[in-house]
T-cell receptor, first 114, second 113 residues
Framework: NAGVTQTPKFRILKIGQSMTLQCAQD?????MYWYRQDPGMGLKLIYY???????DKGEVPNGYNVSRSTTEDFPLRLELAAPSQTSVYFC?????????????FGPGTRLTVL | AQSVTQLGSHVSVSEGALVLLRCNYS??????LFWYVQYPNQGLQLLLK??????LVKGINGFEAEFKKSETSFHLTKPSAHMSDAAEYFC???????????FGRGTSLIVHP
């Protein structure tokens, strides 16, 4: 199993550009998540999904969009990139119950907006 | 809503010394509690979790944590630090039955030779 994969690893965007961060998992997990990590701030939840076709906002959704057309894939779209979106983005997946399942994280995408 | 507070953004220890990373939670009922480790330029990895069985939880790499309801704490310990333990550690909490953990701000563990 590859686990959770993310592409690209690094990206530099200009203000106003758009991009899609890709995330895929091969563990047949229903739950998938997008977090952003800023220094000293821990992880903030952007969006999450409980299954194909179902997504919901997390703590910091503004400026982002997601879709979940398949169980495996959960792309994150940035429209009109802003410097405030400079961050490290992590995708994660898990089974239904955190008591019995484990949340697995991808290696991250480091995004800089200039 | 539940939350966690990690005391100390940086903890520095000598190799072979005790590691103690502090985590206090806020929740109206006993929650699920987690410790994750993040090595440089990597994603987070689960170290251990408390979900209602034994209050002393053993994890990977010799780490353990004890759930203390009276103190609303879930501190992470390791008897003897290794250079390879240098990393960022995150405490997280979720409500029972929830699938969305809330993360603390993290504590960077520095290990000196």
């Amino acid at each position: 199993n590859a686990g959770v994969t993310q592409t690209p690893k690094f990206r530099i965007l200009k203000i106003g550009q758009s991009m899609t961060l890709q995330c895929a998992q091969d563990m047949n997990h229903n739950y998938m998540y997008w977090y952003r990590q800023d220094p000293g701030m821990g992880l903030k939840l952007i969006y999450y999904s409980v299954g194909a076709g179902i997504t919901d906002k997390g703590e910091v959704p503004n400026g982002y969009n997601v879709s979940r057309s398949t169980t495996e894939d959960f792309p994150l779209r940035l429209e009109l990139a802003a410097p405030s979106q400079t961050s490290v983005y992590f995708c994660a997946s898990s089974g239904r119950q955190l008591s019995t399942d484990t949340q697995y994280f991808g290696p991250g995408t480091r995004l800089t907006v200039l | 809503a539940q939350s966690v507070t990690q005391l100390g953004s940086h903890v520095s220890v000598s190799e072979g010394a005790l590691v103690l990373l502090r985590c206090n939670y806020s929740s109206s009922v006993p929650p699920y509690l987690f410790w994750y480790v993040q090595y440089p330029n990597q994603g987070l990895q689960l170290l251990l979790k408390y979900t209602s069985a034994a209050t002393l939880v053993k994890g990977i790499n010799g780490f353990e944590a004890e759930f203390k309801k009276s103190e609303t704490s879930f501190h992470l310990t390791k008897p003897s630090a290794h250079m390879s333990d240098a990393a960022e550690y995150f405490c997280a909490v979720s409500e029972r039955g929830s699938y969305i953990p809330t993360f603390g701000r993290g504590t960077s563990l520095i290990v000196h030779p």
